[in-house]
């Protein structure tokens, strides 16, 4: 089972991969492969981006899920909704606290807009919805809250998951 553990750049989702690694779950740091495994198919001048190759990542994860029978597989990556997932987790920030992790984080002024204005007009639930259903996405607020507390959110999540395919 494919879970995406998706959510704009800076609300915390490789904070939170960390943690359920450490619990032992098998986690793949998406971009990290994408640009391992050359899962690509150009690069976005303007944008200063690779431009990922869907159907590549599509199949790299099928090879992973099959390796991995009955497992529940988390992606960790910002464009994991969008792909062929059974599910999708996607972690929310309140735009005055996600501004704050990404000026930590050093990031150029106008990325941190970009995104800021993206979590403040819902792209990525925007994005996974259409791509997974209402049923199939749930969200949760980081605001305020420990990576810790977020992983242990997340692991209940994982672990219905994994008893409802049971049934
Ligand atoms: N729950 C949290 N509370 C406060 N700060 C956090 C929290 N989670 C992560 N951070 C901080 O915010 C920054 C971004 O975190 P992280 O790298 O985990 O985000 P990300 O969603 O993986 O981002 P990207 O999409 O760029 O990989 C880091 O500096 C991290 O220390
Ligand atoms: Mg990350």
Known sequence: MLVALTGTPGTGKSSVAKILRKKGYKVIALNRVILKRKLIKGF?????????????????????????????????????????????????????????????????????IENVEAEIIDVIPVEAEENLGKENIVEIDTTGKKPEEIAKQVEIILKNLDKKKEL
């Open 44 to 112: 976005d001048k303007k944008r200063k981006s690779w431009i990922v190759d869907i159907k590549k990542a599509e199949r790299y994860l099928k090879e992973v899920e099959k390796k991995n029978k009955n497992k529940i597989i988390v992606i960790d990556s910002h464009i994991s909704h969008l792909l062929n997932v059974d599910f999708a987790i996607i972690l929310r920030c309140s735009p005055e606290e996600l501004e704050k992790r990404l000026k930590k984080k050093r990031w150029p002024k106008q990325k941190i």
